[in-house]
């Protein structure tokens, strides 16, 4: 069983930066491939990024590709999103979202992940 907790979300001006957090529970954090997803008022949960146990291999949605990073330290329990650049139409609950040794091939799926967090909200302003 895998816990995660968000935190980081808030209110900024478009242009500007946030970074997410997520802290998982467990003790084989590192076997685990961490995703954040996110979902807008009236829309579908969508992907935003993802990044394997080991941390070298990421994934990105188009939207996001050159604006947002992921990382990880393991030792933490622990997995980031930095947002740079931000546009209004980043706007959304963003969630964490956790399956162990999950393919790369399914790294966008949120149907393959068992563990989700509680969302954390992030509002770009324009």
């Known amino acids: 069983q895998v816990q995660l907790v968000e935190s980081g979300g808030g209110l900024v001006q478009a242009g500007g930066s946030l970074r997410l957090s997520c802290a998982a529970s467990?003790?084989?954090?590192?076997?685990?491939?961490m995703g954040w997803f996110r979902q807008a008022p009236g829309k579908e949960r969508e992907f935003v990024a993802a990044i394997s146990g080991s941390g070298g291999t990421t994934s990105f949605a188009d939207s996001v590709k050159g604006r947002f990073t992921i990382s990880r330290d393991n030792a933490k329990n622990t997995v980031y999103l930095q947002m740079n650049s931000l546009k209004p139409e980043d706007t959304a609950v963003y969630y964490c979202?956790?399956?162990?040794?999950?393919?790369?091939?399914?790294?966008?799926?949120?149907?393959?992940?068992?563990?989700w967090g509680q969302g954390t909200q992030v509002t770009v302003s324009s």
């Open positions: 467990g003790r084989t954090f590192s076997s685990y491939v």
């Open positions: 979202a956790a399956e162990e040794y999950l393919a790369v091939l399914y790294f966008a799926r949120a149907d393959r992940y068992d563990y």
